[in-house]
């Protein structure tokens, strides 16, 4: 049915899609396969009784810088981002810490709890800033370095390059606490934003992580519309350059003739063939039930028999109200427009506890958790239609999570206990106005997206020797496989998780050079600088 193709491309996910496009703009014969009934992966946006709930994704840290974004020229298919002022608030017992896009404005809330921290918070900013915006994201983009050479690459830039190769030595929370914050509650907050996806504010050499978590949620954005806005303005970008999206048709096996990949064989038993194959999914769906272990390279089974899984989740609850959103009483006003709102932490301390109660398979009695109202930055994702009930709005919470838990029970259970708690704060929030309510569990991650093994969102565990090069192996660092016409190009790819579009966009790269097709695009302006200035090598 499907003949003549260039590229099959496993998953319909973030990578996935970005990869088809700049594959399909190209001129190649494209088709993506997509095991749900539904593309998007993660850029997930369900309707309910016209509330517009995102059960996964929805914080964008990267939004408009991300590549694609301008070379697929997403804006006309549908997608724009909104980013609030008012970032982020911390609600500690008797103060309140409010963060702004804006870092004067920060500081000046800073000020207001610890005069003394306002210049270590001044400087920590700075620093993440420049090692973010001079470095670390323009190194998404780009194919990994060999890690000596990378080091080498770093410590001949200059100062800031030898601070990079420091912070492979630190944990988030030893490189935080350096600065020297005398209050305790505002060196908690940032170790919050390091660690609220699950990065281990413990994990040794994952310092180099912190920089651009902490930094961009206090620049993050939301899609509007919701997020799977962007899975559409994707597919619509990929089927204006001609390709096309089989939804509900999942893989059972990548076809192999000697040491070539040659296309698919899917569950209903149809073969699909091509000249490449690019897999979005983890290295154990790739390597151990794709493909014959016994047929391939050892490197490659031994690289998906040792893959570490994430040992923390997400727990997501959304619910559809009729009603004013939280007012929190005795705040600041800023606090009521703040995209995130942090509870239950006051110390280190309470945030390293959270995280290890997830990682050890519990969720502790006193709650701690991050809560948001799309909505009041999104008029587009509440219900319209109930006019003679009330003012309608969404509300999210969303916490670390175990996957080896009851969810059965649990997640109704969580929901109920989250709402709870975030009357305390807000007692103007009253269950009596929820009229929809979804939570969504690690198993319910894993069974939509099997790719996320253990409710894993990074498709493996943020360890260093599963990062960069090594992500998910020296093998695969340029996205291409020891098996002629397989690349891989997902989560479990650098730069790993979250909706950077990175790993679809720089698998793209591999599999046009090796087509011999036209690179139609440009390096971005930051990539082209971070080489100038000598942070990543020529191309």
């Given at each position: 049915m499907?003949?003549?193709l260039?590229?099959l491309?496993l998953?319909?996910?973030?990578?996935g899609?970005?990869c088809?496009?700049?594959l399909?703009?190209?001129g190649a014969?494209?088709?993506v396969?997509e095991?749900?009934?539904?593309s998007g992966?993660?850029?997930?946006t369900?309707e309910l009784?016209?509330?517009?709930?995102n059960?996964h994704?929805?914080y964008?840290?990267l939004?408009?810088?991300m590549?694609p974004?301008?070379?697929?020229n997403?804006?006309?298919?549908?997608?724009?981002?909104?980013?609030?002022?008012?970032?982020?608030?911390?609600?500690?017992?008797?103060?309140?810490l409010?963060?702004?896009?804006?870092p004067?404005?920060?500081?000046?809330s800073?000020a207001r709890?610890?005069?003394n921290d306002v210049?270590?918070?001044?400087?920590l900013y700075s620093?993440f800033?420049r090692?973010?915006?001079e470095?670390i994201?323009?190194a998404?983009y780009v194919?990994p370095?060999?890690?000596?050479?990378?080091i080498e690459?770093l410590?001949?830039?200059g100062e800031?390059?030898?601070?990079i190769n420091?912070?492979a030595?630190?944990?988030?929370?030893?490189l935080?606490?350096?600065?020297?914050?005398?209050?305790?509650r505002?060196?908690?907050?940032?170790i919050?934003?390091?660690s609220m996806f699950?990065?281990?504010p413990?994990?040794?050499g994952?310092g180099f992580?912190?920089?651009?978590?902490?930094?961009?949620l206090?620049?993050?954005a939301l899609?509007?519309?919701?997020?799977?806005?962007?899975?559409s303005?994707?597919?619509r970008a990929?089927e204006s350059f001609?390709g096309?999206?089989?939804t509900?048709s999942?893989?059972?096996?990548?076809?192999l003739?000697g040491?070539?990949v040659s296309g698919?064989?899917?569950?209903?038993g149809?073969?699909i063939?091509?000249?490449?194959?690019?897999?979005?999914?983890?290295?154990e769906?790739?390597?151990?039930?794709?493909?014959?272990?016994?047929?391939?390279?050892t490197?490659?089974v031994?690289?998906?028999?040792a893959?570490e899984w994430d040992?923390?989740?997400?727990?997501?609850?959304?619910?559809g109200?009729v009603?004013?959103?939280?007012?929190?009483v005795?705040r600041?006003?800023?606090?009521d427009?703040a995209?995130?709102v942090?509870m239950g932490?006051e110390?280190?301390d309470?945030?390293?506890?959270h995280f290890?109660?997830?990682?050890?398979?519990s969720i502790?009695d006193?709650l701690?958790?991050h809560?948001?109202c799309?909505s009041?930055f999104?008029?587009l994702?509440a219900?319209?239609h109930?006019?003679?009930?009330g003012?309608?709005?969404?509300?999210r919470?969303?916490c670390l999570?175990?996957?080896?838990?009851?969810?059965?029970?649990?997640?109704?259970e969580?929901?109920?206990?989250?709402?709870?708690?975030?009357s305390?704060?807000?007692?103007?929030?009253?269950?009596?106005n929820?009229?929809?309510e979804l939570?969504w569990?690690?198993?319910?991650i894993e069974?939509?997206i099997?790719?996320?093994?253990r409710?894993?969102?990074k498709h493996?565990?943020y360890?260093?020797i599963?990062?960069?090069?090594?992500?998910?192996?020296?093998d695969?660092?340029?996205y291409?496989?020891?098996?002629?016409?397989l690349y891989?190009?997902?989560?479990s790819?650098?730069p790993?998780?979250?909706?950077?579009l990175?790993?679809?966009y720089n698998?793209?790269?591999s599999v046009?050079?090796?087509l011999?097709l036209?690179?139609w695009?440009n390096?971005?302006p930051?990539v082209?600088?971070?080489?100038?200035?000598g942070?990543?090598p020529e191309a």
């Amino acid at each position: 049915m499907y003949s003549d193709l260039d590229v099959l491309v496993l998953g319909a996910g973030p990578n996935g899609l970005t990869c088809a496009s700049y594959l399909a703009k190209a001129g190649a014969k494209v088709a993506v396969v997509e095991r749900n009934v539904e593309s998007g992966g993660g850029l997930m946006t369900q309707e309910l009784s016209g509330f517009k709930l995102n059960s996964h994704a929805i914080y964008m840290l990267l939004a408009e810088l991300m590549p694609p974004y301008r070379d697929l020229n997403l804006e006309s298919f549908g997608v724009s981002f909104v980013r609030p002022e008012v970032q982020a608030a911390f609600l500690y017992k008797d103060e309140s810490l409010v963060l702004y896009s804006d870092p004067a404005r920060s500081a000046d809330s800073v000020a207001r709890i610890s005069p003394n921290d306002v210049e270590p918070f001044t400087q920590l900013y700075s620093d993440f800033r420049r090692a973010s915006e001079e470095f670390i994201i323009p190194a998404t983009y780009v194919p990994p370095v060999d890690p000596l050479d990378q080091i080498e690459l770093l410590e001949q830039a200059g100062e800031l390059g030898r601070w990079i190769n420091e912070l492979a030595e630190m944990t988030p929370r030893e490189l935080i606490h350096g600065y020297g914050f005398t209050d305790e509650r505002i060196e908690a907050g940032l170790i919050y934003l390091a660690s609220m996806f699950g990065l281990d504010p413990d994990g040794g050499g994952m310092g180099f992580l912190a920089p651009v978590y902490v930094y961009r949620l206090m620049q993050s954005a939301l899609v509007r519309g919701g997020t799977h806005q962007l899975a559409s303005g994707l597919r619509r970008a990929l089927e204006s350059f001609g390709g096309i999206v089989l939804t509900a048709s999942e893989v059972r096996e990548i076809i192999l003739d000697g040491n070539r990949v040659s296309g698919i064989v899917l569950d209903d038993g149809q073969r699909i063939s091509a000249k490449a194959v690019v897999s979005t999914l983890n290295p154990e769906q790739n390597f151990l039930k794709l493909l014959d272990p016994a047929l391939l390279p050892t490197p490659l089974v031994e690289t998906a028999q040792a893959w570490e899984w994430d040992e923390t989740s997400l727990y997501v609850v959304n619910w559809g109200i009729v009603g004013e959103l939280p007012r929190y009483v005795g705040r600041p006003q800023e606090v009521d427009n703040a995209l995130t709102v942090v509870m239950g932490i006051e110390s280190p301390d309470d945030v390293l506890s959270h995280f290890e109660a997830a990682r050890l398979g519990s969720i502790p009695d006193g709650l701690v958790g991050h809560a948001s109202c799309p909505s009041q930055f999104d008029a587009l994702s509440a219900a319209n239609h109930l006019p003679d009930y009330g003012n309608c709005e969404v509300l999210r919470w969303e916490c670390l999570a175990p996957y080896e838990a009851n969810w059965t029970t649990l997640k109704k259970e969580l929901a109920a206990k989250a709402f709870e708690n975030w009357s305390r704060y807000a007692p103007n929030l009253s269950k009596a106005n929820i009229r929809v309510e979804l939570p969504w569990s690690p198993e319910d991650i894993e069974r939509h997206i099997p790719s996320m093994k253990r409710g894993g969102i990074k498709h493996g565990a943020y360890v260093s020797i599963q990062m960069g090069y090594n992500r998910p192996s020296p093998d695969c660092s340029s996205y291409r496989t020891p098996l002629e016409g397989l690349y891989v190009g997902g989560a479990s790819t650098h730069p790993g998780g979250m909706v950077l579009l990175g790993g679809g966009y720089n698998a793209a790269r591999s599999v046009v050079e090796d087509l011999e097709l036209p690179i139609w695009w440009n390096a971005p302006p930051m990539v082209t600088t971070a080489i100038t200035d000598g942070y990543l090598p020529e191309a």
